[in-house]
């Protein structure tokens, strides 16, 4: 057996585990043991894709949610970074207000919809405002984290050679702490994604979430869960876009 079969590389591996998957479902469809109106198989759903594109504007939808989540995540990254940053150097904010934004990103902010329609109305500035909103716990609660985990003597060190405080912010404190932010910005992204898609959903306001609503609507299960893969695709650019900026940064430090 070929060495790249018994021990295949990470992206072979990921498509061999997805294939075989595929594989699985198509063939417990197969045999009934899951209905295919319910959950149709693979040889359904894939087909639809290009009915999607040629009917259903799937192109523009996933690229309104691609934006809108572009958006949403960028905004809580800039805020969450800021306000983690307050709350490491302010050693008092940071004992009060942790615990909030620890609660705040274990709640269910989609519920709060309809105070954003009544402040911005029905229209992508909610749908924006949304996901920022849920983006910013986790990039806050990672920034913190990462600050408060550089190792003393890396400060003792850049006091040592004369280091100003932007320097040290810098030079050290920001690439030492920034394999743990970058944590904080995928759970972000992922926070902003599944709320820019909920109230997509809800406010029937375009994007993937009015794409899908509207296909399960019309009982177009197949169409809706091929829908339902271009969403997980949006998650998969974005973290395969972090993952590079993460290392791009980490070989520049």
Avoid at 9 to 26: K, M, Y
Avoid at 37 to 57: H, K, N, Q, R
Avoid at 189 to 216: K, R
């Amino acid at each position: 057996m070929p060495a790249w079969l018994i021990r295949p590389p990470p992206l072979v591996a990921r498509f061999l585990f997805l294939a075989g998957l595929l594989v699985l479902w198509e063939l417990a469809s197969a045999a009934g043991l899951v209905s295919r109106f319910i959950v149709p198989p693979p040889s359904e759903i894939f087909p639809t894709i290009g009915a999607l594109f040629a009917e259903g504007d799937l192109a523009g939808a996933f690229l309104r949610t691609f934006g809108e989540t572009f958006a949403a995540a960028g905004l809580g990254a800039l805020g969450g970074m800021a306000i983690g940053w307050w709350l490491h150097h302010n050693r008092a904010a940071g004992a009060a207000y942790t615990d909030w934004m620890a609660a705040v990103a274990a709640a269910p902010l989609v519920l709060l919809f309809p105070l954003f329609l009544v402040i911005f109305g029905r229209n992508a500035a909610t749908i924006v405002a949304m996901g920022t909103v849920a983006s910013l716990p986790p990039v806050v609660l990672k920034t913190k984290e990462g600050l408060d985990n550089v190792r003393g003597v890396l400060i003792d060190v850049g006091r040592t050679f004369g280091l100003t405080r932007w320097q040290q912010i810098h030079m050290i404190l920001f690439p030492a702490s920034l394999p743990t932010i970058f944590t904080g910005l995928r759970l972000g992204l992922v926070f902003a994604l599944i709320n820019v898609v909920g109230v997509e959903f809800l406010i029937g306001f375009g994007g993937m979430g009015q794409l899908i609503g509207d296909l399960g609507d019309r009982f177009e299960i197949a169409g809706m869960y091929a829908a339902i893969l271009f969403v997980v695709l949006t998650s998969v650019c974005f973290f395969y876009l972090t993952e590079k900026l993460e290392t791009w940064l980490l070989s520049a430090r």
